[in-house]
């Protein structure tokens, strides 16, 4: 089937890193510009093969170029609303190639072809057939396919700029949709080739991490492949609207990430976040001198106000990870009326790259449109908070109620102090005080609470202050 590849093509390849000690050549990517594109056509010219631009052969080793990847294809059967679907199977269908790594989807993909397989004469064309051929097997429906490369830089701006207008819109007409107007939610554990124990939960408000895939595109791909990667989820008993937690999703996501998570909220940061693949498009994190929360995108290159970039963060938790204060999220599930609900929505958020401000303007709510910082305004924390101040954001009238429920904590376990019986120095562990909560002041603005304490001390002395 692949005699005329010079490389292996299997799925014992997916997953497969290529370091840039090994690699060859990078295409697209942070440096770079490309997309890939799937397109329902009435008529395509069946096996048509084009490489527009320079092949990998005349490419220079360790340099960086653009990439657009274009697949046309026609069938009785196909219909515009699967384009999504099959579109982000590319991702999978690429790391079929030994040699060639891809990454993420849409506007942000991230290829890499290594030294090896270019010592082995791959070419881009090769690609472009190694997909012709499994697009065809793992999508029988399909019934003529005409595959498109493009490495000439003015030809893949002109395609990135077609893309977009048709990511934007699919993505315009599932905003027209509720998860409260829906019985049925979707997974897809299409990443747990690099991350295991992910599973992505896609709802109408809350588009896959990678933003590629929203609940009409998951609807299609679970009728059209049952056994497929996506599937239904019933959404059953509601525990927490607000946080978005639901009974049969908390059983599904334990059940698909091998017992490791057990609960799952959509629609918050805190205490058990949507676990995080790897391709997602963005993250959202805690900012904890601030209670607020800030949102940074594989396309700003900067350090955010913590002092680290998108890719600390990625890291911090990626893989499947469910990690409390970070978590991995689509740009499009800023534009849901549910965006981080539990959490404050936007009245929460303190930080955002300009470029992704400027992209949700209709969205964010007129009130908070010149509250919410860039990196033009801040860069680190101390000039957050001035900005915030001089803004008059929420999040300052948020810090002044949580410092007086400090302070009336503090009262409480003074009170508390006093009532409490020094007992004999030969009483080595007599818990002398017990707190429901208890504030521990320390440096850096993060706050420790203990809840449902028991202190137990030698000897307690109070002091009037």
């Not at 080739?193 to 595109?217: E, Q, Y």
């Not at 996501?253 to 091998?258: F, G, K, L, P």
């Not at 904590?409 to 019986?421: G, I, M, S, T």
């Not at 009483?427 to 002041?441: G, H, S």
Request: with cysteine; hydrophobic share 40%.
């Amino acid at each position: 089937m692949f005699k005329d590849i010079p490389v292996d093509v299997s799925p014992m390849y997916e997953g497969e890193r290529i370091r840039a000690a090994n690699m060859f050549v990078e295409l697209a990517g942070p440096k770079s510009i490309g997309a890939e594109l799937v397109q329902v056509e009435e008529a395509v010219e069946d096996g048509r093969i084009e490489v527009r631009g320079p092949e990998i052969s005349e490419m220079e080793e360790g340099e960086i170029y653009p990439l657009g990847i274009l697949v046309e294809i026609s069938g009785e059967k196909l219909e515009k609303g699967l384009e999504g679907v099959i579109e982000r199977r590319t991702h999978e269908l690429c790391n079929y190639v030994n040699g060639f790594m891809h990454l993420n989807q849409r506007d942000q993909i991230w290829c890499r072809v290594s030294e090896k397989a270019s010592k082995a004469g791959f070419k881009l064309e090769h690609l472009a057939r190694t997909l012709s051929i499994l697009f065809r097997e793992e999508f029988p429906i399909i019934e003529a396919i005409a595959i498109t490369i493009i490495t000439d830089k003015s030809e893949v701006e002109a395609f990135l700029d077609k893309a977009r207008f048709q990511y934007e819109e699919r993505d315009s007409k599932a905003r027209k949709l509720s998860d409260n107007d829906v019985d049925v939610f979707y997974g897809c554990v299409m990443c747990q080739s690099f991350a295991p124990t992910h599973v992505c939960v896609v709802t109408p408000d809350r588009t896959a991490l990678c933003g590629a895939i929203n609940w009409f595109d998951c609807r299609a791909a679970a009728k059209m492949d049952p056994e497929g990667p996506i599937f239904e989820i019933e959404k059953g008993e509601v525990l927490d609207d607000v946080k978005g937690e639901y009974k049969n999703v908390n059983a599904v996501v334990a059940e698909r990430s091998q017992g490791t998570f057990e609960r799952v909220y959509l629609h918050s940061v805190f205490e058990y976040p949507h676990t995080s693949c790897g391709c997602f498009e963005a993250v959202a994190f805690y900012i904890p001198e601030l209670d607020g929360i800030g949102i940074v995108d594989r396309d700003f290159r900067a350090e955010t106000p913590l002092g680290i970039p998108f890719s600390a963060m990625a890291g911090q938790c990626s893989g499947g990870k469910q990690v409390e204060g970070f978590a991995g999220l689509s740009l499009e599930y800023m534009r849901s009326p549910k965006f981080l609900q539990a959490d404050g929505g936007f009245e929460r958020i303190i930080w955002l790259p300009k470029h992704i401000k400027d992209s949700l303007t209709d969205f964010i709510p007129e009130e908070l449109r010149n509250k919410i910082p860039t990196e033009d305004d801040a860069d680190n924390i101390k000039d957050l908070k001035k900005f915030l101040q001089e803004a008059g954001h929420p999040i300052i009238q948020r810090l002044k109620e949580e410092a007086q429920d400090e302070e009336n904590v503090q009262e409480e376990d003074v009170k508390l102090a006093e009532e409490v019986r020094v007992f004999d120095e030969n009483v080595q562990t007599a818990p002398v005080a017990y707190a429901p909560e208890l504030t521990v002041p320390t440096s850096s603005g993060v706050r420790i609470i203990l809840k449902n304490a028991k202190i137990y001390a030698e000897k307690v002395i109070i002091k009037k202050k």
